[in-house]
């Protein structure tokens, strides 16, 4: 186009804004609405992702939780119902006999030990396991503090790993680490507490209210042999149903049960519930992206509107310009402007609107906030962004369209009998 003709559409343009102010801003605050809606929605959306991915990875990543059971089926002459329990020496077993596996740990678990420090004492859950564990359960200690290491299982030291909330029970604001601690009478001295993590799988209660001492320990003192359950990493996550069903004919060849008989040994594949979960996510997040595009498309149709009243309010004056030789591009170049500006508008003081919106609800703090501790603060991604741009372009663009091309399309000899 020629910079002559958008001179004239420009001009055209400016002529006819200034006779429709009210209504262009009335216009202008109903996309700003639909915009505020949109963003805070997906960026909603957007924290409820990340959140939940957080707190999912909060209890490990591409792990496999293996748990004892009971035979289903008769296999090579025994019969079914037959209680299968892995015990510590098969820790060793599984390493020696399933090489692809990343990491591969053993649990020894007791429920109610009484932990007592002075005259302060609390029912604790007590696990036996290996320094493996802190990376593969995400148990990471906060400064001052260790995790179990390997000299600690070697030599069976009394010591012990306090979660968070478990170490503020029985210590309160005292500092427990170096401190002494009885464990179902027997000393204990207190190595590391947890950091504070976002946990949403559990098996057997939450990390943060556990303790955790050496295997070799554990199994001193409270005479313990049968594991509770097996925990299993595979170099890839991908291969987590092939290390499953390695781990499990292993087993299997051991106890004499059928390697297809799943109750045998129950299973919790988290690799597996996270690709569930992250296909729930995408949905809730496509669903409050649709919810934002309505009310977006709300204004839309308000732009649309206008801009017909527009028309309809000009027809004899575009019948005349048309008349004396106006081009089809004059006409439904400053409409199309008209309705883009709008939606622009709009668009960018939402935008304005919906950051302001998300800043101040980010300076919120989540300690003690159930509610964003669940779900998270609303994040503006720039994946929110592109999205938000591209819904709000296409709804200008064909607001402004079709009543353009109707304008277009205006008969100048019609015009002389409208009224």
Known sequence: MEFRNLNVIWRLFLSSARLQRKRAALTIAAIAWGTVALLLLLSFGEGLKRQLSKSSAGMGSGIAVIFPGETTKT??????????????????????????LDGVLGELRRWGASATYGRKTVNARVTGTEPIYGDMRNHIARPGGRFLNDTDVQERRRVIFLGDELATSIFGQETPEGRTLLVAGAPYTVIGVMQKKLQMGTYGGPDAEGAIVPITTFKAQFGRDQLTNLVIRPHDPARMKAAIKAVREVLAAKYQFDPADEPALGVWDTVESSTIMANVL?????????????????????????????????????????????????VTGPLVLEGLLYTVTGGLLGLTIAVLLIVLLGLLPVEGNQALEFLGKPTLSPAVGVASAAVLGIIGLLAAYF???????????????YE
Do not use: C, H
């Open 75 to 100: 296999w090579q002459g025994m019969a079914p119902g037959r209680s299968i329990r892995p015990i510590v020496d098969d820790i060793a077993l599984v390493r020696e006999r399933v090489p692809d």
């Open 282 to 330: 995408i949905g809730i997040q496509m669903f409050l992206g649709i919810i934002g595009a309505l009310t977006l498309l709300i204004g839309g149709v308000g732009v649309a509107n206008i801009m017909y009243a527009t028309v309809k309010e000009r027809t004899r004056e575009i019948g005349v310009k048309m008349a004396l030789g106006a081009r089809p591009s004059w």
């Open 403 to 417: 009543p353009a091309r109707r304008a277009a399309a205006v008969d100048p000899a019609e015009t002389l009998r």
